[in-house]
């Protein structure tokens, strides 16, 4: 850091502790927003076999064997798991890609992909 050791005004921006005098409170800034983030829920069903969901987060996700055999466990079980949370535009997308994954050639009876929701991260779950 030369400049101001020297001397000179660097142009940087320091923060100051705020002032404190008996009447006055100074306004704090106000901290820059986040983004919302949202969940990416896929729901159990009956139609699609273990293989099809690992064999499927593999490919959209890039998840090993391990993380998406435990995946399709808790889905089967729950009812529902959280594949990720991310900003909109990643979620929806994913969700797109499961949407369009298509049948289990595996289960005779399968028509189709699996389903997923989209929920917000910080609020009350959506009802699914």
């Known amino acids: ?3 101001a050791a020297a001397g000179g005004d660097t142009g940087d921006v320091t923060t100051r502790p705020p002032q404190v005098r008996p009447g006055h409170v100074e306004a704090e800034q106000p901290r820059a927003a986040l983004a919302p983030r949202y969940h ?7 139609d699609h076999s273990y293989d099809y969901v690992i064999e499927m987060l593999g490919r959209i996700f ?9 995946l ?12 990720e949370t991310a900003g909109h535009e990643q979620v929806t997308a994913h969700q797109q890609q499961i949407h369009g994954y298509g049948a289990d050639r595996r289960i005779a009876r399968c028509k189709g992909s699996m389903s997923a929701l989209v929920e917000p991260a910080d609020g009350p779950p959506a009802a699914g």
């Open 1 to 3: 850091m030369t400049g």
């Open 72 to 83: 399709a466990s808790i889905v089967d079980h729950a009812g529902r798991v959280v594949l």
């Open 40 to 46: 990416l829920v896929l729901l159990d069903d009956d």
């Open 62 to 70: 890039g998840y090993g064997r391990e993380k998406a055999f435990a």
